[in-house]
């Protein structure tokens, strides 16, 4: 079933059109700075209601934009967690924004201090095509949560989901208080360049720098979530079936177009050809076959598919040994395919996938896995498969990630208490739950006193007795 979105205007905005609308919610802060809880709490209930009553229609807009994407992948992989993360908010929001008290020595006595959340102001969400919903409304949450006004700038890729979500947060937020910009690059470009009181950017390392440089012209604080190359280690003795299985979910999920898919495979040199046949094994366990199968989803548009086919190419030209899952693809279902044999030249170790190509590396020990990580730019994720707990110490330890799971994948990023952010090339800052309303809240110092002021002790002139005393008590 496709989304007849006939009814829904084209409501994409030209880059002029944004300072206005930034004007109008800016002024809309100003009246209303601090939002009690009750309101945000409504603001986030609304919002759940609104998801789950519409979530047949989310479901079909965006598997129209893929061409077809798998029902139960947007249930699970997008609107699962959206309102599992609403759920988090609603049940902490209290605690958070209440102020935290901190100590006051003696010299400063009487006072106390304590530190209250503030919101920001309005926040800007940039957000990528390959999960337009989680990834609009997890910010989104966190945005609101700490009383914020929100711009959200949907991908030009997904233009049936940017229109239906547009016209769904339309029904509930005015556009003062959370509004969808559509439109083309330009219009990102513009978006990006907005004096926001915060911005977050999720999609390549590329346009990262870009929407980093435009964002300084206005020292707006930026969040980045860039992706990467991220690894997967395949231990001397775990089961490979085990490994196999996890590693070929967490590639095959959406096609592999997720910014913490594995990317690449660490293997022993002498489990190469096992690990070779036990993902095979896996990946069509999940699909025995692809040609109209409802659960295999679609490379997102032609420009993407004539990328990662040109990076398969450039492999196989370069020496790499394709090993392909199916025999072909079907429209932009592209078959799942393994890469021996790989090496730094080729651009498939160069550049994040983005798709259902996974190299696989052998090594021969675990030193020597871990520094072929550390060579390269820090990854979003890293996963790591074995059940010795002394080595999973050691990979914690001795590598650098923007998140971690052991014996697993993906999963760390739908667990509500815990911080989402890469390190380095993968990005900066993070968000999710806790850490996602202090991101969007400012964390003001707060220090309280009232009708007697110690601190007249040492006020000028400092040659007194009694500044003297001050001196040798407190300055040792």
């Not at 934009?65 to 992948?73: A, M, T, V």
């Amino acid at each position: 079933m496709s989304v007849d979105s006939s009814h829904l205007h084209d409501a994409s905005l030209q880059p002029d059109d944004l300072q206005s609308l930034l004007d109008k919610q800016r002024q809309a802060y100003a009246a209303h700075p601090f939002p009690p809880l009750a309101q945000r709490q409504q603001w986030l209930k609304s919002l759940r209601q609104l998801l789950s009553h519409e979530r047949e229609v989310l479901i079909d807009a965006i598997s129209q934009d893929f061409s077809h994407r798998s029902p139960d992948e947007t249930l699970f992989a997008e609107l699962m967690p959206c309102l599992h993360s609403i759920d988090y908010t609603l049940r902490h929001l209290k605690r958070w924004m209440k102020p935290s008290s901190r100590r006051v020595g003696m010299m400063f006595a009487p006072a106390s201090a304590k530190v209250m959340y503030q919101p920001l102001g309005v926040v800007g969400i940039i957000v990528p095509w390959n999960y337009p919903l989680y990834l609009a409304i997890g910010p989104l949450v966190g945005a609101l949560a700490a009383g914020n006004r929100v711009m959200l700038k949907l991908s030009e890729f997904t233009p049936a989901t940017g229109r239906l979500l547009k016209d769904l947060l339309g029904r509930i937020f005015p556009d003062d208080m959370v509004t969808v910009v559509l439109g083309e690059a330009a219009v990102a470009v513009a978006f990006s360049g907005l004096a926001f009181d915060h911005l977050l950017f999720t999609g390549s390392t590329h346009v990262g720098k870009q929407v980093m440089r435009a964002a300084s012209e206005n020292l707006t604080p930026v969040t980045l979530e860039l992706g990467g190359k991220s690894p997967a280690i395949v231990s001397a003795d775990v089961p490979l079936k085990d490994a196999a299985q996890r590693i070929a979910w967490g590639k095959t999920l959406n096609a592999g177009q997720t910014c913490i898919a594995p990317d690449y495979v660490l293997v022993p040199q002498n489990r190469l050809e096992g690990f070779v046949d036990a993902y095979r094994q896996a990946v069509l366990s999940f699909y025995p076959t692809l040609a109209d199968n409802p659960d295999y989803t679609a490379i997102i548009n032609d420009r993407q598919l004539a990328r990662l086919e040109r990076l398969q190419t450039d492999a196989t030209l370069k020496g790499a040994r394709l090993i392909p899952l199916y025999e072909q693809g079907q429209g932009r279902r592209m078959p799942h395919a393994l890469l021996l044999d790989v090496n730094d030249d080729m651009q498939v170790m160069q550049d994040e996938i983005f798709g259902p190509l996974l190299p696989v590396v052998p090594y021969s020990t675990l030193d020597q896995a871990m520094a072929y990580i550390n060579r390269r730019a820090r990854p979003l994720a890293l996963y790591y498969f074995g059940y010795n707990k002394a080595e999973q110490q050691t990979v914690l330890h001795n590598t650098h990630s923007g998140g971690v799971s052991i014996n697993e994948t993906l999963l760390h990023v739908a667990i509500d208490d815990l911080p989402f952010g890469g390190v380095g090339h993968s990005g900066m800052g993070h968000y999710h739950g806790h850490e996602g309303f202090l991101t969007f809240s400012k964390a003001k110092g707060v220090l309280v006193k009232q009708r007697l002021n110690s601190a007249l002790l040492i006020y000028p002139p400092y040659g007194r007795k009694l500044v003297g005393i001050i001196q040798k008590l407190f300055i040792r």
